[in-house]
């Protein structure tokens, strides 16, 4: 199965979530620098990230939380910038997948092929 690529952000996606973001973050004051400083995320993702270029960040779950971090020192709503972030990409927000109808802990145990029950008991 291939990987699911990731977009950037075209001309048809409303970016005025990632222009607020950038608004409140000039606002206050806050360089792109002081945010690396304190997150240890590089400059160039932090742009990345206000530009809407997700295809320049590494993926999964560091994209989820490299916005959170950036959000949490701008002081902005992460959770709104993550609904952006999730409508812009197309990606599904963790969770939001359909439940298994076998979960739990034997039928994962019985996927990897081990026995559901401890030895001795």
């Not at 409303?14 to 222009?19: C, D, G, H, S, Y």
């Not at 945010?35 to 995320?41: S, V, Y």
């Given at each position: 199965?291939?990987?699911?690529?990731?977009?950037?952000?075209?001309?048809?996606?409303?970016?005025?979530?990632?222009?607020?973001?950038?608004?409140?973050?000039?606002?206050?004051?806050?360089?792109?620098?002081?945010?690396?400083?304190?997150?240890?995320?590089?400059?160039?993702?932090?742009?990345?990230?206000?530009?809407?270029?997700?295809?320049?960040?590494?993926?999964?779950?560091?994209?989820?939380?490299?916005?959170?971090q950036y959000a949490r020192a701008i002081d902005f709503d992460e959770q709104e910038l993550l609904t952006w972030?999730?409508?812009?990409?197309?990606?599904?927000?963790?969770?939001?997948?359909?439940?298994?109808?076998?979960?739990?802990?034997?039928?994962?145990?019985?996927?990897?092929?081990?026995?559901?029950?401890?030895?001795?008991?």
């Amino acid at each position: 199965m291939a990987p699911k690529q990731r977009r950037a952000v075209g001309p048809e996606t409303n970016t005025a979530v990632l222009t607020a973001a950038v608004t409140v973050r000039r606002k206050r004051g806050i360089s792109l620098e002081q945010i690396a400083e304190e997150t240890k995320i590089g400059v160039r993702t932090l742009r990345a990230i206000e530009d809407g270029n997700f295809d320049k960040l590494p993926g999964g779950i560091y994209n989820t939380s490299y916005i959170r971090q950036y959000a949490r020192a701008i002081d902005f709503d992460e959770q709104e910038l993550l609904t952006w972030y999730y409508q812009a990409t197309g990606e599904a927000p963790p969770g939001s997948a359909e439940p298994d109808k076998g979960a739990g802990r034997s039928a994962a145990l019985n996927r990897l092929g081990h026995p559901s029950t401890v030895a001795g008991s």
